[in-house]
């Protein structure tokens, strides 16, 4: 038979898969975190059809002559460029700004994706719209281990922040240095115990001849000033407080004095989250407090083109892939993270409709090679008439 004709045929195979491709790229413009794939040929075995020669003396050397048997896939390349960002406003929905995927596990395989479309399930586990789970580490104390082992992350339903005991006050402000001898000024602010127990801590100022004389009730500390400046002791301790009165100033007209900070706290309920460039999902608490509750993880591979789909927009480790390196959100070439959008499909629609037309041409042609080889073999059993 001709050889032609299985070229033909081999051709037709080649631009029918990338018939496939083209179609399944145009099929998923719009998934988010969508790859695109390409297809490469490349050629088949040759048959020899006269040898090469070397030269001699008095000739010259000669070329293989070689015929070609058709053409085959080489490989079906996945396009890792970024995809474009689309705004959704949802606090979960997470997209990376560079290289990397999520971890995510499904059952007992861990598996990696770029569509970062995940929600808090009734138990307050974060996972994918397949029921994924998405992995990371959780928080101790507001500390996160990225060297433990990858877990689950969840937003605790029902967490608190413990109460705090205020151990530092500060105060700042003006005493006026224009005040009567006897002038008082008090200055109040609510401070915790160990159990979250709010009471008052007061501080009168009482102006002296020499300055201020600042005292809780039962302790009593000495303000003085030269040229408005603080020189005399600066701190005052009450009940286990200690009150820091180094940014106090003593010029004329001036009464803004006020007991600024304190470092206690009530204990206080979960009220809101959020999702940070890093993956931390921090916690805000009632009482003002935010803690960091968990991270999420990202991976790394140093061949992603060798990973396999796994569906869902989910690829498995390949042979080929490498293993994965875990970390967190902007350390080790890994992108950050995005809060509140999702990575669309890389799908270029003009360049896809172009290998459309190249496919389909390709395998026209490919099919007329067939039909004119049936025409010569029409012509060859034509002869015996």
């Known amino acids: 038979m001709l050889r032609s004709l299985y070229a033909g045929i081999s051709g037709l195979r080649s631009h029918q898969t990338m018939l496939d491709v083209t179609g399944n790229n145009i099929a998923n413009v ?29 000739a010259g050397g000669t070329n293989a002559a070689q015929v070609g048997l058709g053409t085959q896939v080489s490989a079906i390349r996945t396009n890792f460029a970024q995809g474009s960002a689309q705004s959704t406003g949802v606090p979960t929905d997470l997209m990376i700004a560079g290289d990397g995927f999520f971890v995510v596990r499904n059952g007992a395989e861990t598996l990696y994706t770029r569509n970062g479309g995940f929600s808090f399930d009734p138990s307050g586990r974060l996972v994918t719209a397949d029921g994924a789970l998405v992995q990371g580490w959780t928080a101790q104390n507001g500390v996160v281990s990225t060297g433990a082992p990858l877990g689950t992350v ?48 007061t501080l009168t100022f009482t102006r002296t001849a020499g300055g201020w004389d600042v005292t809780d009730g039962t302790a009593t500390a000495s303000l003085a000033f030269v040229d408005g400046v ?71 591979f140093d061949n992603p083109e060798g990973l396999e789909k796994a569906g869902s927009s989910q690829y498995r480790v390949g042979a080929n892939s490498g293993a994965p390196r875990v970390g967190a959100a902007g350390s080790d070439g890994l992108g950050d993270l995005v809060s509140g959008a999702l990575e669309m499909s890389n799908v270029d629609l003009s360049q896809e409709f172009t290998n459309l037309i190249v496919a389909q041409r390709g395998f026209q042609a490919n099919a007329r090679i067939i039909t004119t080889s049936d025409e010569v073999l029409q012509e060859l059993t034509n002869l015996k008439r």
Request: zero cysteines; proline letters at 3%; a negative charge.
């Open 30 to 58: 719009n998934t988010v975190g969508f790859k695109a794939g390409s297809v490469q040929f490349q050629d088949t075995l040759s048959q020899i059809v006269q040898n090469s020669r070397a030269g001699q003396d008095g």
């Open 154 to 201: 969840s937003l605790p339903i029902g967490a608190t922040s413990p109460a705090v005991a205020t151990q530092n006050a500060a105060v700042t402000g003006n005493l006026p240095a224009d005040a009567a001898a006897g002038e008082v000024i008090v200055r109040d602010i609510a401070v915790y115990d160990a159990e979250g127990n709010s009471s008052q801590l």
């Open 230 to 300: 603080l020189t005399g002791p600066a701190a005052l301790v009450s009940g286990g407080v200690t009150v820091d009165m180094s940014a106090l100033s003593g010029y004329a007209n001036l009464r803004t004095v006020a007991i600024s900070s304190q470092d206690g706290r009530a204990s206080g309920a979960l009220v809101s989250y959020a999702l940070t460039a890093d993956g931390s999902l921090v916690g805000t608490f009632s009482n003002g407090a935010a803690e960091v509750l968990a991270q999420v993880a990202l991976a790394s």
